[in-house]
């Protein structure tokens, strides 16, 4: 038999109440976090993931955190590659702040949800999460309609990701933790090179970017880059894009001694493998 035609459990002015009471209990008990549309810049259509990606926006908004006891996950764990945080949490956001501040955003792969692959960085406690899963029916439908979205995420691990979003503490993560290369530049070169600059050879097109610089030391002439394209070899003219400076290549610090990582082993590796491996061979690992 049908339902009972005089009671409805989808009125539009009780959705609107009950929606209003939902955004503005997040903004009281939430956190502010900042949501990083992920961008796809190259990708693997064998594995189907992206090689490269960025994150060029960062939008301010009120989540609430579920774990209200503290993040869950496995934690911290000691493995002989180090120490892995394996931090989880779970975020709500509501479904008008997403779609006021966040679904206009044109790097979003859906813009009716969150995506999972995109980053929320939490200020709170200086963490990055990635969303691994977006959860929509949960609530199920109260008073006919869903207001919030949950997302399941785990701590983001950094894998040459770019981060240009102008806001400090997430643009840092990049300078901080990707892989660079440092050169000392002879004397006179023309110009001071500026941070977050592109950077090209001499004689290139604008468009032929080699690298972005990190930092750059007038007195001591270390210029540090990262997203590194191509080898660099001594006697290169390296030029700043934006402030046309222009110095050459006087030495190259070693690639293997990782300096932006105290921890890393490549200079060892590379240094004991010739008693480990023998490369001599084509195919070391098929017939002779």
């Known amino acids: 038999m049908p339902v009972n035609t005089h009671f409805s459990h989808a009125v539009q002015s009780e959705q609107h109440l009950y929606e209003d009471i939902v955004v503005e209990s997040l903004r009281m008990y939430g956190q502010e976090v900042f949501y ?33 006891d503290g993040f869950e996950g496995e934690g911290d764990l000691l493995s002989k590659f180090g120490v892995e945080i394996r931090d989880q949490a779970t975020f709500i956001i509501s479904v008008r702040t997403w779609e006021r501040f966040v679904s206009l955003d044109e790097n979003l ?38 207001f919030v979205f949950k997302m399941r995420c785990e701590l983001f691990e950094y894998a040459n990701e770019d981060f240009d979003t102008d806001v400090l503490d997430i643009d840092q993560i990049e300078d901080q933790q990707a892989y660079i290369v440092e050169f000392t530049m002879a004397g006179g070169g023309s110009n001071t090179f500026a941070a977050n600059e592109n ?53 190259i610090t070693d690639v293997l001694t990782m300096a932006n990582d105290g921890q890393a082993d490549n200079l060892e590796f590379e240094s004991n493998d010739g008693d480990y491996l023998d490369l001599s061979e084509t195919n070391p690992f098929g017939e002779p």
């Open 36 to 68: 990083l549309p992920r961008k796809v810049v190259e990708e693997n259509d064998i594995f189907n993931e992206e090689v490269q990606a960025s994150f060029l926006d960062a939008y301010s908004v009120e989540m609430y955190i579920e774990n209200t």
């Open 109 to 146: 792969a859906s813009s009716f949800r969150p995506n999972e692959g995109d980053l929320i960085y939490l200020p709170l406690s200086g963490s990055m999460f990635e969303i691994k899963f977006v959860e929509h029916e949960d609530p199920f439908y109260q008073i006919g309609k869903l």
């Open 199 to 251: 950077v090209k050879l001499s004689g290139t097109a604008d468009t032929e970017v080699v690298g972005e610089v990190v930092s750059w030391r007038a007195d001591t002439r270390i210029l540090k880059l990262k997203d590194v394209t191509r080898t660099f070899q001594v006697g290169d003219v390296i030029v700043g894009i934006e402030t046309a400076a222009t110095h050459t290549i006087q030495t």
